[in-house]
């Protein structure tokens, strides 16, 4: 059974920086690609960012706008986001979330990720 655990949210200032990481069980972590979604009240879940199977290539919302850096670790299971110049508008709860085919690489859209953690609230205050 493939799970997610996220850790790392919290309350920070705007211009405050958070780390995000989520372990991964269940499955081989090496084969999958990752991502880190979120979903402000009222909104749609968006993808933030996506990272393949072997960290070779990223993919980031727009919104991100280079603030944001998405990057695992495989020896740990453990996928990252580090997220710098927070804005208000940041604050949601963040999800980790993997595809169920591996060596996926695609556009990281939300409904190709099969499995998904159970969240992570960040509060951006200003």
């Known amino acids: 059974q493939v799970q997610l655990v996220e850790s790392g949210g919290g309350f920070v200032q705007a211009g405050g920086s958070l780390r995000l990481s989520c372990v991964a069980s269940g499955r081989t972590f090496d084969y999958y690609a990752m991502a880190w979604f979120r979903q402000a009240v009222g909104k749609e879940r968006e993808l933030v960012a996506g990272i393949t199977w072997s960290g070779g290539s990223t993919f980031y919302g727009d919104f991100v706008k280079g603030r944001f850096t998405i990057s695992r670790d495989n020896a740990k299971n453990t996928v990252f986001l580090q997220m710098t110049s927070l804005e208000p508008e940041d604050t949601a709860v963040y999800y980790c979330?993997?595809?169920?085919?591996?060596?996926?690489?695609?556009?990281?859209?939300?409904?190709?990720?099969?499995?998904w953690g159970q969240g992570t609230q960040v509060t951006v205050s200003s």
């Open positions: 979330a993997s595809p169920e085919d591996s060596f996926y690489s695609g556009a990281y859209q939300t409904y190709e990720h099969d499995y």
